[in-house]
Antibody, heavy 121, light 107 residues
Framework: EVQLLESGGGLVQPGGSLRLSCAAS????????MSWVRQAPGKGLEWVSS????????YYADSVKGRFTISRDNSKNTLYLQMNSLSAEDTAIYYC??????????????WGQGTLVTVSS | ETTLAQSPAFMSATPGDKVTISCKAS??????VNWYQQKPGEAPIFIIQ???TLVPGIPPRFSGSGYGTDFTLTINDIESEDAAYYFC?????????FGGGTKVEIK
């Protein structure tokens, strides 16, 4: 059974940093692209970042480019999102999502339950 | 960046109705649209891929159509369990973008 378990969310002050983790199980992790998608309270979905299976390629939304870094450790079956220079606009539930293949993006066949990031003083 | 205009933002339906949701892209994106369903407090579920292909395990009352810039999600004989938000997503180019969402209420 595929499982994605996010952690690392919480309350952080503006300008601060957080690192989110997504522990994956139930599939051969390195074979699949992974992504982060966020949802601000009461709002729609926003794609944040993606990384392919072999970590060669990463992609970012303009709203986070230069501040967020996606990475993965295939030996630990874990996806990460390092978030720096956080602002109130980054307040959201952050979902980890698995893609259907190593190089396809946007075919999110499994999602975690999300971790809430709140940026506030 | 490809923007997706989704409409309506809200709709109310009676069980058994046929419901259609529109998703219009700002440029030609072939059939590179996927659809997701999200119930309150839950993670999204993948329901339609490449505009028209039903994801395995999704009931056949759900269907998708369209190509290029105009896409439609249709729910035939809608059931109470279909009350949810629905989002289209384009994966033709980066940044990936979602439509604004449609809230479907069942009376």
């Amino acid at each position: 059974e595929v499982q994605l378990l996010e952690s690392g969310g919480g309350l952080v002050q503006p300008g601060g940093s957080l690192r989110l983790s997504c522990a994956a199980s139930g599939f051969f992790f390195s074979n699949y692209a992974m992504s982060w998608v966020r949802q601000a309270p009461g709002k729609g979905l926003e794609w944040v970042s993606s990384i392919n299976g072999d970590t060669i390629n990463t992609y970012y939304a303009d709203s986070v480019k230069g501040r967020f870094t996606i990475s993965r450790d295939n030996s630990k079956n874990t996806l990460y999102l390092q978030m720096n220079s956080l602002s109130a606009e980054d307040t959201a539930i952050y979902y980890c999502a698995k893609d259907q293949s190593g190089y396809s993006f946007g075919y999110f066949d499994y999602w975690g339950q999300g971790t809430l990031v709140t940026v506030s003083s | 960046e490809t923007t997706l205009a989704q409409s309506p933002a809200f709709m109310s339906a009676t069980p058994g109705d046929k419901v259609t949701i529109s998703c219009k892209a700002s440029q030609d994106i072939d059939d590179d649209v996927n659809w997701y369903q999200q119930k309150p407090g839950e993670a999204p579920i993948f329901i339609i891929q490449e505009a028209t292909t039903l994801v395995p395990g999704i009931p056949p009352r759900f269907s998708g159509s369209g190509y290029g810039t105009d896409f439609t999600l249709t729910i035939n004989d809608i059931e109470s369990e279909d009350a949810a938000y629905y989002f289209c997503l384009q994966h033709d180019n980066f940044p990936l973008t979602f439509g604004g969402g449609t809230k479907v209420e069942i009376k």
